[in-house]
């Protein structure tokens, strides 16, 4: 009730401002310690990949870009926090304005690009952080590297990032790099998948420390095309994938918004992302971790995921319609 009240002014501000403006004032209230992680009854840690996640609720990629906020999330509740998508080179990403809200739809639209401080500093940041939970550290590649190159960026933030990582996802899937999607395709994504874990392996056998990976794939895929990419994965020893990032199916928002670039996140991507799980989680017969997110805007919405098959969640839009007492509920739901 009280969010409904903050969201209706905060909604009248810009959305790429408000969100800035929102985490300014969580910094706050948290520096003063009036956010605390709340205890859930009957709650248990899952122990999967050989990590130990305290609840199964994440905060998805996107949210904390630079790692710069990891504090807020865990006192929020979260269970695990997946940063970036972090690229090799500091970035500023696609013009302004690349975030829009639908929300008649309790959709967001957004085309930002992967703008990042870079694999660099983004690094230093998690170096000063303290926190005890779950860090997966979401790569991509920067938007001047040439596509045929893409596995270069992937390799130069997985060498940086292995030793700070519980998990790294390689997103493939943002819609708002130019043909970052084409990596999706078979060959490219054979060759892709069999040089990252060769990488791997290397990193793994000098660090002595084996650092899961996760794919993190696009809603869109023709349904036809999911059971080779899913064989391909689990051939190549793949951990597992996220399902889904945004669509580009812009169908379900209000027509204003439907001319805009970038990808759709929110309600309208609630069926195409239980799709998808439902059909990665028949292909892949427990040989792949899940992590379900894409249109989880409610507690009932995670638990139906976590039915549906899926090890973990992630929640992003929610919480920006919802308020962050989203993943206390989901919590409680789940426990
Ligand atoms: C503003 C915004 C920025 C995002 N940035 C990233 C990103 O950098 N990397 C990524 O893998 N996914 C990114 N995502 C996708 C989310 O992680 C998530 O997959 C998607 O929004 C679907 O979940 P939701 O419906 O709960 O928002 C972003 C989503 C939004 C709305």
Redesign the pocket.
């Known amino acids: 009730m009280l969010y409904r009240l903050f969201r209706s002014v905060i909604f009248l501000l810009p959305p790429e401002f408000s ?1 800035h403006f929102i985490l300014k004032i969580l910094k706050i209230v948290n520096f003063i310690s009036l956010l605390k992680v709340k205890d859930i009854k009957n709650e248990k840690p899952i122990f999967i990949k050989g990590l130990n996640f305290k609840n199964k609720v994440g905060l ?4 904390d ?1 630079n790692a710069e906020h990891m504090q807020i999330f865990e006192n929020l509740g979260f269970g695990f926090l ?1 940063l ?2 972090v690229t090799p080179k500091p970035q500023s990403g696609n013009k302004k304005p690349r ?1 829009f809200r639908d929300p008649k739809n309790d959709a ?1 639209i ?1 085309s ?1 690009g ?1 703008n990042n401080v870079g694999i660099y500093k983004f690094i230093d940041n998690i170096k000063k952080s303290k926190i005890n939970l779950v860090i997966g550290i ?1 790569i ?1 590649k920067n938007a001047l590297t040439p596509y045929e190159d893409s596995i270069n960026d992937y390799i130069a933030c997985m060498r940086e990032a292995y030793v700070y990582a519980d998990y790294l ?1 390689v ?1 493939i ?2 819609p708002n790099t130019k043909n970052l999607r084409d990596l999706h395709n078979l060959s490219d994504l054979s060759i892709f998948i069999k040089s990252l874990m060769i990488e791997k392996n290397k990193l793994q056998k000098k660090l002595k420390k084996s650092v899961p990976i996760f794919l ?1 794939l696009s809603p869109d895929i023709e349904k036809s095309k999911i059971k080779p990419i899913i064989d391909l994965l689990i051939a190549n020893n793949i951990d597992g994938v ?1 399902v ?3 669509t580009i199916d812009k169908s379900k928002i209000s027509k204003p918004y439907q001319h805009l670039p970038g ?1 759709v ?2 309600a309208p ?1 609630k069926i195409k ?1 239980e799709q998808m799980l439902s059909t990665v989680k028949k292909i892949s017969k427990n040989k792949l971790l899940i992590i379900s ?4 805007m409610t507690a009932d919405d995670a638990l139906k995921r976590i039915r549906m098959g899926a090890d973990l969640v ?5 919480l920006i319609y919802q308020g962050p007492s989203l993943v206390n509920e989901i919590r409680q739901k789940l426990s």
């Open positions: 969100h998805a990629a996107g949210f870009k997946e970036g998508t975030i967001l957004n930002f992967f979401n991509g996802t997103n899937s943002s993190k996220i889904t990032n945004t990808g996140s929110g991507l992302s997110v894409g249109g989880i992630q929640i992003y839009t929610g």
